[in-house]
């Protein structure tokens, strides 16, 4: 190869003479590759807004195909904020500081807690609380509405929409974002994938993570090597799982705190029906009839969707549901029934089709349903079996109907999918109920229209609900007798269960009386723990019978006090106005506990909206004890505007006991309004003893107005032993070194042993 010599000085003097034009416009260059770039970065931008934006709009239409009440309002005017139970004190020597005794706000426990577990039973509001959190975070609102610190991108997932079989210890990250993208169009689904796997390994997302009690108990160790996985990988997300009452303890191993959802108050339920009457536009009195019925059908303790469902039947026919579960059935049947006449033209074929579903799912412990098998139940539902004494040249005639039945049964698929919203779409390519008691209901209703064998699953944790809807629509006396005759376990779990059965069987059932004298039994012996003697209680209650009024004024008459005392709270809870005469004579009782219980239990029925109570009340807020006077005031408070009108008379009444008291029931109202009339009484009242009350009163008042940002946060960090100070302090006392780990353990355990009581009691705690 021979070198031209011309060609290679010609092109090193262009080199040069290029190398000098570039130089000499360097400033000029530079500027136009920056703008080039800034103009890349422009357009990666808008893409990746595209995308986040187009993610955020289909978790918004994700979390409305999950809210039951879609249909007659957005989740925003119903939605009720939520609070959590008090954690158990803290172990100590001393009383607790009743202020750690108060419930607990979303906000504290989102600020307490990076990883957190909310706690409750199905129905109770566990996956409403997390398309709250989905659609705030989605909104950039979290900071300014919960106060935490920065903003996250939310995944919404259930995790029976993970594939298991893709989870690996090395790639926790693909099969989670690949449950949060079920939702999202196929066409940006991988764009989307990207962005969220950024915002995980950035670690700037929340996880909100539902069904930890839904999924099959086998799948749990899967589940727990799965977020160590990425708690490891990925520590700083923050997550919330939902779960239920028990069966979290894996959780907590993983440094995750549990907190109980509190159920709906008084003035919740007062809430809702607010909401619900201007939904409809209707007017105060809408407003006291609704809320009266809902606090009824409360004083048996439903979860909240079932009085949600209670409020749909109110809209829609003006009356409540007459007996537990039936607001299920009115709401399915509003939901199934075809604009159109068809084969499945009415309620009970499609919950046919319905009940057959569910009843597979509950067979085969799962809840994700293909198309396919949608399709073949609705296929079951219209087969004909042809008489057997049918001729034999009607065979293919039936042969030629085949095609006909499937081209309908997938139209009528199709419907119950698109039209109904009781299936919902779950993980990659499958279905689902809208919410497990749906299911429950459905399933149990299949039973009752075919006679399926249901008795073999009754000891089942996961056919609870199944079971309970049952004992409502049919007779399941044999199963009553094959569980009150199963040994139970020392909390008498089978017995809290027939009660509950027993509040949706038929008046006249005859196993019922059964269930009632084994409840009678432990509610009135003496000998028993309190706490099973409390559970006795409610579960009487929960059996709503006829019969539960005589049972309870015969137990007002017993001779111990603290069956008395139940007996009376007990007749609260019924609340039946004839009863105020015998809760007022009551208030007499020598014992302090039944006492106490009298005044409540007035208290109760007057917030049901009975004029006697109410003014018992008043009798006693005028002439009783100031202790009395004051819890006489609070409870007035629960009495909605009358209640409230009284107080505010108190308020300017002479007596200065009266205006004292009155001034701890305006703390109780909550109100705006009750702050301004208690830093009157503060400033201009003549009575130091007023004042006084009022300042306090106003102090707690404003625990109650504070917002939610304000709230301190619990400590929900793990108990250490070697960190406890009443132990350190008890062992420095007997001479011994607490020191850590094991040491601490033997320290704990010799004050169990030796310790004076309050420092037992510490070391039980």
């Not at 955020?56 to 139970?85: G, M, V």
Request: hydrophobic content about 45%.
């Amino acid at each position: 190869m021979r070198l031209d010599l011309v060609s290679f000085v010609i092109g090193l003097v262009v080199g040069a003479v290029l190398s000098i034009i570039v130089y000499s416009r360097r400033e000029t260059l530079q500027r136009l590759w920056g703008a080039a770039m800034a103009r890349l970065r422009r357009l990666r931008d808008q893409l990746a807004a595209s995308v986040e934006s187009r993610y955020r709009a289909a978790l918004r239409t994700h979390c409305d195909q999950l809210n039951l009440t879609q249909a007659y309002a957005d989740f925003e005017t119903l939605y009720l904020d939520r609070s959590f139970d008090p954690p158990p004190a803290r172990p100590t020597i001393t009383p607790p500081d009743p202020a750690t005794q108060l419930p607990i706000g979303l906000s504290a426990a989102l600020r307490a807690a990076h990883r957190l577990v909310v706690r409750g039973e199905s129905g109770s509001g566990r996956t409403a609380l997390l398309i709250k959190l989905a659609r705030v975070y989605s909104d950039k609102q979290a900071q300014a509405e919960f106060g935490v610190v920065g903003e996250r991108t939310p995944l919404l997932l259930h995790l029976a929409e993970i594939d298991w079989a893709t989870v690996t210890e090395d790639d926790p990250l693909t099969p989670l974002v690949n449950a949060a993208t079920a939702h999202v169009s196929r066409l940006i689904v991988s764009n989307v994938s990207t962005f969220l796997k950024n915002h995980i390994q950035s670690n700037r997302a929340v996880l909100l993570i539902d069904g930890f009690d839904e999924i099959a108990p086998e799948l749990h160790p899967n589940v727990i090597q799965w977020l160590s996985a990425m708690l490891t990988k990925f520590p700083d997300n923050r997550i919330v799982v939902t779960a239920g009452p028990y069966g979290y303890g894996v959780l907590n191993n993983l440094g995750f705190a549990a907190l109980h959802l509190a159920p709906w108050t008084a003035k919740e339920i007062d809430q809702l029906a607010r909401r619900w009457v201007n939904v409809i536009s209707g007017g105060q009195k809408d407003i006291e009839l609704l809320s009266k019925g809902l606090r009824q059908i409360a004083g048996v303790a439903p979860v909240p969707i079932d009085l949600m469902l209670a409020a749909i039947d109110w809209r829609t026919n003006t009356t409540l549901p007459a007996k537990a579960g039936e607001g299920y059935g009115h709401w399915i049947d509003r939901a199934i029934r075809p604009q159109g006449s068809r084969d499945l033209s009415t309620p009970d074929k499609y919950k046919a089709v319905l009940g057959k579903i569910a009843w597979s799912t509950y067979q085969n412990n799962r809840i994700e349903l293909t198309y396919a098998e949608i399709e073949q139940a609705v296929i079951s539902a219209l087969s004909t079996p042809v008489p057997s004494s049918a001729p034999t040249d009607d065979a293919p005639a039936a042969q030629s109907a085949q095609p006909a039945r499937s081209a309908l049964a997938t139209e009528l698929a199709r419907d119950i999918v698109e039209r109904t919203g009781l299936l919902v779409p779950f993980g990659l390519n499958g279905w689902a109920f809208i919410h497990p008691r749906v299911a429950a209901y459905l399933a149990a209703w299949h039973v009752m229209y075919t006679g399926e064998a249901l008795e073999l699953n009754w000891a089942k944790p996961e056919w609870t609900e199944v079971f309970e809807f049952y004992a409502g629509l049919a007779d399941p006396g044999e199963i009553v007798s094959l569980m009150l005759g199963a040994s139970d376990d020392l909390s008498r779990s089978h017995l809290w269960l027939a009660a509950q059965w027993t509040g949706h069987a038929a008046p006249d059932a005859a196993w019922r009386s059964r269930v009632m004298g084994e409840l009678a039994r432990t509610f009135l012996q003496p000998d028993q723990y309190r706490h099973l003697r409390d559970r006795a209680l409610n579960g009487l209650l929960a059996t709503r019978d006829k019969g539960l009024g005589y049972l309870l004024r015969r137990g007002v008459t017993h001779s111990d006090p603290i069956a008395r005392a139940l007996a009376l709270e007990g007749l609260g809870e019924i609340g039946r106005e004839a009863e105020v005469p015998l809760l007022a004579a009551a208030l007499g009782d020598p014992a302090a506990e039944v006492h106490a219980a009298a005044l409540r239990a007035i208290g109760a029925i007057a917030a049901a909206g009975s004029n006697a109570a109410t003014e018992q009340l008043i009798k006693i807020m005028l002439e009783q004890s100031e202790e009395d006077r004051k819890l006489a005031a609070e409870l007035l408070a629960g009495c909605g505007e009358e209640g409230h009108q009284i107080l505010r008379e108190g308020a300017g009444e002479e007596d200065i006991q009266v205006r004292r008291a009155a001034a701890y029931g305006l703390a109780a109202i909550g109100q705006d309004w009750a702050r301004d009339l208690l830093k009157k009484l503060e400033h201009d009242d003549k009575q130091w003893f007023v004042r006084s009350a009022a300042t306090d009163a106003l102090s707690i008042l404003q625990r109650t107005l504070r917002k939610p940002t304000e709230e301190t946060p619990p400590d929900l960090s793990p108990i250490k032993f070697e960190q406890q100070g009443w132990l350190t302090e008890w062992a420095a006392a007997q001479g011994i070194g607490i020191g850590l780990g094991r040491q601490a353990v033997n320290a704990l355990l010799r004050a169990l042993d030796e310790g004076q009581p309050p420092v037992r009691v510490a070391a039980i705690d």
